[in-house]
């Protein structure tokens, strides 16, 4: 189960985000852009996805995950019941709002960092071969 308190963790941690409140909730923007907020009647997490039919398609895939209300019909946007996600889940959906909302260049900047972090991780994971120890 998700949190409020994780979905700050994780938008906090993007780069060139601020916290603003939207309505009175917490709101997440990236370069004056909004790419997540807290809301209440339903309680949800707003997110945005790549366009209208993927995120028709997730909500077919996982009503219990995902769904909108009429405000929400025709725009990208779902809304997400966090009692119904894990933190991965959270973290792979705001990632994915961030960058269809963040500028080109912050997002290929960022991919860059991560593929570096996850090349380094894998090369300190990878056991060492005997016959390279030894040479």
């Not at 949190?3 to 709101?27: D, F, H, K, M, N």
């Not at 769904?67 to 019941?81: A, D, R």
């Amino acid at each position: 189960m998700a949190s409020e308190a994780e979905v700050r963790q994780i938008c906090l941690g993007l780069p060139e985000v601020v916290e603003t409140p939207y309505e009175g909730l917490p709101g997440f923007r990236v370069k004056k852009k909004l790419f997540a907020r807290i809301r209440e009647r339903p309680d949800a997490l707003l997110v945005w996805r790549p366009d209208v039919l993927d995120k028709e398609t997730v909500i077919a895939a996982e009503p219990a995950k995902f769904f909108q209300t009429p405000h929400y019909e025709g725009h990208p946007g779902v809304l997400v019941h966090l009692e119904a996600i894990d933190f991965k889940e959270l973290e792979e959906l705001l990632i994915l709002s961030w960058t269809i909302n963040a500028p080109a260049r912050l997002v290929a900047a960022y991919e860059s960092q991560m593929a570096c972090s996850q090349a380094e991780a894998s090369l300190l994971q990878s056991p060492i071969d005997e016959d390279e120890s030894s040479a």
